[in-house]
């Protein structure tokens, strides 16, 4: 199996309801994001290709258009932490990418920093490393 991921970055801020009154994710807070979205195939395309990365600009642009500089807890509906916006993001790549690269999504990542991600596939991953 082939898998392959490209990374989209956006700043956005967000708090997280139902701490304790002292956690700092509480607060109204900001992160640099990073996505990452990543696709797999048994076989390669004609071009050698699990998929050309430029038909994943889709992507960039809703990342762009919704999510970057914004208040998360007024875009979504959900709790905005990393776990539901690798859900949700994984979600819109099965319901907005073009029907051949849909059907490749294999997982997708979310991280507020450099140290920690969560990732989000709807069947069983194996141990993951990053």
């Known amino acids: 199996m082939y898998l392959i ?13 139902g701490l304790d009154p002292d956690h700092p994710c509480g607060r109204d ?33 809703y990342i762009t258009e919704a999510l970057d500089h914004r208040n998360l807890n007024e875009v979504f509906p959900f709790q905005p932490s990393c776990e539901c916006l690798a859900q949700h993001l994984f979600e819109w790549c099965s319901a907005n990418l073009e029907p051949t690269l849909a059907q490749r999504l294999h997982h997708t990542a979310v991280s507020e920093t450099m140290t920690s991600w969560a990732v989000y596939s709807p069947v069983p991953l194996p141990a993951w490393d990053g």
């Open 29 to 61: 807070h900001g992160h640099n994001y990073t996505v990452r979205i990543s696709l797999a195939a048994d076989e390669l395309d004609n071009t050698g290709f699990v998929a050309d990365f430029h038909r994943l600009e889709p992507i960039r642009q």
């Open 5 to 17: 991921a490209q990374q989209f970055g956006f700043s956005a801020s967000h708090r997280l309801n």
